[in-house]
């Protein structure tokens, strides 16, 4: 029996200060699966997409590791981070991390039910909410890593627990993440499952991989926010995905 190199970590850690009150009008966003910041040239390509932005969604982030002070003394952005397993060997800590230029007022994490074969580790979900500039809202950001090879019954239950998340939310969302939409039944139900709760899709030209079976992984969703530009950065190779980078807008109250 091959023993796994890995161990449980369910747990929240907090790094950095945040720099602004509240969030908008213009909100500016990346999203990216950093492979474990394994890659070449990955800090000095994180270090320039993330210059401007007031989100930053990480999946497959690190911690315990040299890249640390980033985050950790950090003046700008606060770090959220939901850990879901840690390397033994090397004690570095893998999970979703969300990062804002605006102190979230509440956060929440969970792990998938089911566990990922071979590795028997969990894929997480992490939840923050945030204070906009329009007083009387707040914009909850659900930053998701679904789970994967595993039985579409097992998916479908993770995808069940993110959208339970977003059910007592009355305003602005964005959803966004890795969610391993590498066939048409997987890519088709978590589509359906946006679309019920008023998500829209955020559009993008986009450069399909091999290793992701010529499918799209990574995908925004947001509702009650102005779509204003996304840009793939097909031109960046430190990861197995490409950075993406968008700008949302907040909606003026109805008067």
Same mark, same amino acid.
């Given at each position: 029996m091959i023993k796994s190199r890995y161990s449980k970590?369910? $747990?929240l850690k907090i790094m950095g200060?945040? $720099?602004k009150?509240?969030?908008g009008p213009d909100i500016n966003i990346l999203l990216w699966n950093v492979f474990k910041c394994g890659k070449n040239g990955w800090r000095d390509d994180f270090l320039k997409l993330m210059e401007n932005k007031d989100l930053i969604l990480l999946q497959e982030a690190i911690l315990n590791s040299p890249l640390d002070p980033h985050f950790n003394k950090s003046l700008k952005h606060q770090w959220i981070m939901a850990r879901s397993f840690r390397n033994v060997k090397t004690n570095i800590e893998t999970g979703v991390k969300t990062g804002s230029t605006v102190t979230a007022n509440k956060h929440y994490f969970a792990a998938s039910k089911h566990s990922e074969p071979i590795s028997n580790t969990k894929k997480m979900l992490l939840a923050t909410v945030y @204070?906009?500039?329009t007083s009387a809202q707040s914009l909850l950001v659900l930053n998701c890593?679904? !789970?994967n090879f595993v039985s579409f019954k097992k998916f479908r239950a993770h995808l069940k627990q993110v959208f339970q998340t977003l059910e007592h939310?009355?305003? @602005? !969302?964005l959803l966004a993440g890795d969610f391993n939409t590498w066939n048409g039944k997987r890519l088709k139900y978590f589509t359906e499952q946006a679309l $019920?709760?008023?998500l829209q899709e955020v559009e993008m030209?986009?450069?399909p991989r091999l290793s992701h079976l010529f499918q799209h992984l990574d995908h925004v969703y947001c509702r009650g926010l102005e779509i204003v530009d996304a840009l793939v950065h097909t031109d960046i190779h430190s990861s197995d995905h490409y950075p993406i980078s968008l700008s949302l807008r907040t909606l003026s109250p109805a008067k």
């Open positions: 970590v369910e $747990s200060l945040a $720099s009150q509240v969030l @204070p906009l500039d890593h679904i !789970i939310h009355t305003g @602005p !969302i $019920s709760f008023s030209k986009r450069q």
